[in-house]
């Protein structure tokens, strides 16, 4: 794990903050190829590219900020430090959706149309960012007794909490199943029953993902929505739940505008 990849002088290049752009780059390049594929000009993935990472960001980093503020609040030169690290992945995700749905309505592109353009470049930004969580050290898991279990090094945020202790590498959990979802979307456009499906399908498998990976996950109190017991959920999983409610919602709605031809609807 190496939270610095490597140094130019007095310039530290940081593995997350590269691999977030890696991330970029890879969706967009996809999603640019799909969209000569299906016939749109592909560089209206470019245009939309610049609102989304800028927006992206920003919702990502604010709503990290919003969960951890008693932190924050004596610390807010910190809130711009994205390069060490502090993205919310739903912030991001909701955050992107919203303003990408806006931009191809206001280029007269039926939106759901361009949402599943772009859902299989999502699922890729997922397998890619979680690498650079991965090598940063960030968002790593609880206690592993497993053979697969990892020790962060002393200089990454994992191995400064647990130093010598093998870790279960979440980050890397879900660096697979993104990459696994990527290949789920692409088999599953052959035959979605509507505009919409695809990004709601990953939206679907990516809430259950973190509903399923965050009790290994390792939180502090600040993320924890809801305690009775033994029982805890963390803000991701109750995020989830309502997004994965949210999107059966859009699914039926969307299902039913599709059965009566409707698709110039919103």
Request: glycine letters at 10%; aromatic letters at 12%; one cysteine or more.
């Amino acid at each position: 794990m190496r939270p610095i990849l490597l140094q130019l002088g007095a310039l530290p290049i940081r593995s997350y903050g590269l691999l977030i752009a890696v991330a970029f780059m890879v969706g967009i390049w996809i999603a640019r190829r799909r969209a000569v594929r299906i016939g749109y000009d592909p560089d209206i993935i470019i245009d939309l590219s610049v609102i989304v990472i800028l927006v992206s960001i920003i919702g990502a980093r604010l709503a990290y900020v919003f969960v951890r503020w008693n932190y924050y609040q004596h610390d807010i030169l910190g809130i711009l430090r994205i390069w060490e690290g502090g993205l919310a992945l739903y912030g991001g995700l909701v955050a992107g959706a919203l303003v990408g749905l806006w931009f191809f309505r206001r280029r007269g592109i039926d939106m759901w149309a361009g949402a599943d353009l772009v859902a299989p470049s999502l699922a890729m930004g997922v397998t890619i960012g979680r690498i650079g969580c991965f090598l940063n050290g960030c968002c790593y898991g609880k206690v592993c007794e497993h053979p697969w279990g990892v020790v962060f090094s002393e200089n990454s945020i994992a191995g400064m909490h647990y130093p010598g202790v093998h870790l279960h590498p979440t980050q890397l959990y879900e660096a697979f199943l993104g990459l696994v979802f990527f290949f789920v979307l692409l088999a599953a456009e052959r035959r979605k029953p509507f505009e919409g499906f695809l990004l709601w399908l990953f939206v679907i498998l990516l809430s259950v993902s973190r509903f399923l990976i965050d009790p290994i996950r390792q939180y502090g109190t600040e993320s924890i929505a809801f305690r009775s017991g033994a029982l805890a959920l963390t803000n991701n999983q109750v995020s989830g739940v309502a997004l994965v409610l949210l999107s059966l919602g859009f699914m039926v709605y969307l299902s039913r505008r599709a059965a009566r031809g409707d698709v110039t609807a919103p």
